[in-house]
């Protein structure tokens, strides 16, 4: 088991950035692939950023490529994305998402993974 835990969520005008964090617990870290989703208003969960274990390949969603980063620090027990260029379509609950795994794999569906933070609500202003 794993837990998770989300921060680092707030209220920001268009164009700021934001960087949250997942601080993980409970096993070794740099066994679990990661990823970021997010939950707008009224919408389905959705796919925004994934890492591979040891945080050497990464994988983003279109709508957020070349605003956001996602970054692992196996040392730390903690995974982060670094928010830029913030729009109010980014608007939404957003979590991250841990899985075992035991090659380099990284996921983009929600279902391939088993442990969930209870997420950390961003708000962008226009």
């Known amino acids: 088991q794993v837990q998770l835990v989300e921060s680092g969520g707030g209220l920001v005008q268009a164009g700021a950035s934001l960087r949250l964090s997942c601080a993980a617990s409970?096993?070794?870290?740099?066994?679990?692939?990661m990823g970021w989703f997010r939950q707008p208003p009224g919408k389905e969960r959705e796919f925004v950023a994934a890492?591979?274990?040891?945080?050497?390949?990464?994988d983003y969603a279109e709508s957020v490529k070349g605003r956001f980063t996602i970054s692992k620090d196996n040392a730390m027990n903690t995974l982060y994305l670094q928010m830029n260029s913030l729009n109010v379509e980014d608007t939404a609950v957003y979590y991250c998402?841990?899985?075992?795994?035991?090659?380099?794999?990284?996921?983009?569906?929600?279902?391939?993974?088993?442990?969930w933070g209870q997420g950390t609500q961003v708000t962008v202003s226009s």
């Open positions: 998402a841990a899985v075992r795994v035991f090659n380099s794999v990284m996921y983009r569906g929600q279902y391939d993974y088993d442990y």
């Open positions: 409970g096993r070794t870290f740099s066994d679990y692939a």
């Open positions: 890492i591979n274990r040891n945080g050497h390949n990464t």
